[in-house]
């Protein structure tokens, strides 16, 4: 992966060859295949990047940044189990929520500014909350429900459409859209009382 992710072309990577590069690399330990996924999924991540740090004056990463140390934390995992684009991009939402969380918690303990995001998937209605609240509400409802936490942290941090979630989880579509509703709802109501 030397030299960035971005040297490759989506259209190298069809759907069905995303899968078999997969097992390539994590069965196998191919390389190449791990670079061809790098470029296929790199142009994906990076929006889902940008989208999150989109108007952040206060945050020091770049979305390139970002996605890069998302890559070397995947690569660096032992024991993985990826099927397909769907489940790559729910772990990159995860990966890339907690070096946000990270990020946020440095700036904090450096005596900077704190890191605002909005709590959208492509909906500007939504209020600017503080990361950290963010992490904490989202920790909570993940205890109360961690399927609902889930669609969150894929929705919101990895940018994934609705049919991705529901391929990821095994739900259909108008099921992620009503735990999707119900997810914003509480996490909205959580971070006005701030308990």
């Given at each position: ?29 191919d390389e190449r ?161 701030k308990d």
């Amino acid at each position: 992966m030397e030299g960035g992710l971005a040297g490759g072309s989506m259209s190298v990577v069809s759907t069905m060859s995303t899968r078999q590069l997969l097992r390539s690399w994590r069965s196998d330990g191919d390389e190449r295949a791990r670079d061809q996924l790098a470029a296929f999924f790199y142009p994906l991540l990076n929006r889902s990047a940008a989208a999150l740090l989109r108007g952040e004056r206060h945050v020091s990463l770049s979305a390139g940044d970002l996605v890069q140390e998302a890559f070397l934390r995947l690569v660096q995992i032992e024991q993985m189990e990826l099927c397909d684009r769907a489940h790559f991009m729910a772990l990159a939402s995860r990966i890339m929520r907690r070096l946000l969380i990270d990020h946020a918690r440095a700036k904090r303990a450096d005596k900077r500014d704190h890191h605002r995001v909005t709590l959208t998937s492509s909906m500007a209605s939504d209020p600017r909350v503080d990361l950290q609240l963010l992490e904490h509400a989202l920790l909570r409802l993940g205890a109360l429900d961690p399927e609902l936490a889930e669609i969150v942290e894929m929705r919101y941090f990895g940018g994934m459409s609705v049919a991705d979630v529901a391929e990821a989880t095994g739900k259909s579509e108008p099921t992620v859209r009503r735990r999707w509703t119900v997810a914003r709802v509480w996490l909205v109501s959580a971070l006005e009382s701030k308990d």
